[in-house]
């Protein structure tokens, strides 16, 4: 199976810095990766998409990377706020479908 | 722009019984999709529909069926609860299968006991 991981333990960083998630995937490279915020009691909320022959994308304070080396997407929030603390899902495409991770939890303190 | 709308919102059901959750999408989206969400498990895909009159399984679909009623409703249907099936279940929609965005609706919490 095509599996999507993230690190499971929360992130905690200093409001102001930049956070940095992982998502590592296995087997061969999705066409696609998909990265979606989840606040509690919610459901989660589309943010970016990054191709495979993508390097790199950005939205305003977000960054998402795409390596295909290292099976690796790298999402980035600079001058993080307290406000940017939710859980994070990394997704990829397989053969018309979507496979979720598990999530990372971010925690920005002020 | 109501988006994806499940209902209901909250569920207790004893083991064995039946119920539908019902899934609704207003922006001409081809595709929807069925998850549950467990601690620590994440999303998990139970049954999907590429476009109107399709239904294919994905992770986890022993214990469901779903419907594909016609292009804006999919409904997704336990026929014997189990406490195993107890779970948070979203259900989502996008333009295509591929390469878009999909669109969450804000969850149905169910318990079996």
């Known amino acids: 199976s095509q599996k999507i991981e993230q690190n499971s333990e929360a992130l905690n960083i200093q409001e102001g810095k930049t956070a940095t998630l992982t998502c590592n995937y296995t087997n061969y490279s999705p066409a696609y990766l998909q990265w979606y915020r989840q606040d509690p009691g919610r459901g989660p909320v589309f943010l970016l998409l990054?191709?495979?022959?993508?390097k790199e994308k950005r939205k305003e304070r977000l960054k998402v990377t795409f390596d295909t080396t290292l099976k690796q997407s790298l999402f980035h929030i600079t001058a993080s706020q307290p406000a940017d603390s939710a859980t994070y899902l990394c997704a990829r495409d397989n053969f018309n479908k979507f496979y979720f991770g598990s999530g990372t939890k971010l925690n920005v303190k002020p | 722009n109501a988006g994806v709308t499940q209902t209901p919102k909250f569920q207790v059901l004893k083991t064995g019984q039946s119920m539908t959750l019902q899934c609704a999408q207003d922006m001409n989206h081809n595709s929807m999709y069925w998850y549950r969400q467990d601690p620590g498990m994440g999303l998990r895909l139970i049954y999907y529909s590429a476009s109107e009159g399709t239904t294919d399984k994905g992770e986890v679909p022993n214990g469901y069926n779903v419907s594909r009623l016609n292009k804006r409703e999919f409904s997704l249907r336990l026929e014997s609860a189990a406490p195993s099936q107890t779970s948070v279940y979203f259900c989502?929609?996008?333009?295509?299968?591929?390469?878009?965005?999909?669109?969450f609706g804000q969850g149905t919490r169910l318990t079996v006991v």
């Open positions: 989502a929609s996008s333009e295509t299968v591929t390469n878009t965005e999909a669109f």
């Open positions: 990054i191709r495979e022959n993508e």
